[in-house]
């Protein structure tokens, strides 16, 4: 017998309406390779609806004669395109039976989404045992819990174009090369957290909180540290956007509703644009201290960042 194991995320979403923006970001449609046993690829459909027979709850389906004159079960049709999928080949061999043991696919999924934001999640893992090319086993993974689940701010393009997919194969090499601090995991973390929880208040927490584990620097003027530093980091990013103070000022203030209880009263569409333009910060400063080292020497350190954006002078 040939064995061999291969992990795997299907990525499942809802077409977009909009013929122009599908025109002008095609959805990955070839197979880009991430790294020698990673890869982003589009997925056969009848193996596509195995995986996700094994991972969804199979319940109990109404049952018909078939041309045999057998009981055949009758699903419900499934209309939801399956547009790629997130692949590992020879996963570790130490364990057979458990999906992405050490964490590999998780980490490139997360980087994904510091290219462009997606859904793609755990709820269709799986760990796929063949016998050459004979399926012989589907063992499903995290298909519940933390992770099982992913939502995104910007509802407009919720996939992965083939530039966005060689984009990450170079994020990925970069970000394999060399450690991290613990402050700059956490960051990561806390982006990564952000997409796995639906509701925009906690989301903007998290967020708010992974830009303050790199800008701020001291314990007291916690305030004045984020809205003064903010305004720098956004500067420093390849990002066409002004952030006002006025704006950094309201991020701040909708951080610290959220963060002491209060009320929000704010419309969510004037929520949606304090979040956006946060996550987006925060997303493309990963981004840049993954690619550049220098700027992560600097941001990763706290008398540099503390020196180069001093405080305006107390009021």
């Not at 949606?272 to 201290?289: A, C, G, Q, V």
Request: aromatic letters at 12%.
């Amino acid at each position: 017998m040939n064995i061999n194991y291969l992990d795997i995320a299907l990525f499942s979403s809802e077409w977009s309406e909009d013929s122009e923006l599908k025109q002008k970001y095609p959805i990955l449609k070839k197979k880009v390779e991430i790294s020698e046993d990673l890869s982003i690829a589009p997925i056969d459909r009848k193996l596509a609806d195995q995986i996700i027979d094994c991972c969804e709850p199979r319940g109990l389906f109404d049952k018909h004669k078939n041309q045999d004159g057998e009981m055949e079960e009758c699903r419900p049709l499934r209309v939801t395109p399956i547009m790629y999928a997130f692949a590992r080949e020879k996963p570790p061999e130490s364990d057979t039976f458990n999906w992405d043991v050490d964490n590999k696919l998780k980490t490139l999924i997360a980087l994904s989404r510091i290219i462009h934001p997606t859904t793609i999640c755990y709820q269709y893992s799986a760990k796929l045992k063949f016998d050459g090319d004979e399926l012989l086993n589907i063992i499903p993974g995290l298909t519940s819990g933390p992770g099982s689940l992913a939502y995104i701010a910007d509802t407009g393009r919720n996939w992965l174009t083939e530039g966005d997919a060689k984009e990450l194969e170079q994020l990925w090499s970069f970000y394999t090369r060399r450690n991290f601090s613990d402050q700059c995991s956490k960051t990561m973390w806390y982006f990564e957290y952000a997409f796995q929880n639906y509701f925009l208040e906690i989301r903007c927490l998290l967020i708010a909180a992974g830009i303050e584990s790199l800008i701020n620097t001291d314990s007291d003027r916690s305030t004045k540290q984020f809205i003064y530093r903010i305004q720098k980091l956004s500067e420093l990013l390849d990002w066409n956007f002004n952030l006002s103070k006025t704006m950094a000022d309201d991020m701040y203030g909708l951080r610290s509703k959220v963060a002491h209880g209060e009320l929000i009263n704010a419309a969510p569409k004037k929520i949606l644009e304090l979040y956006k333009p946060m996550e987006d910060i925060l997303r493309l400063t990963l981004k840049k201290f993954i690619i550049d080292e220098d700027f992560y020497a600097f941001i990763s350190d706290k008398d540099k960042v503390r020196n180069a954006w001093p405080l305006p002078k107390k009021d």
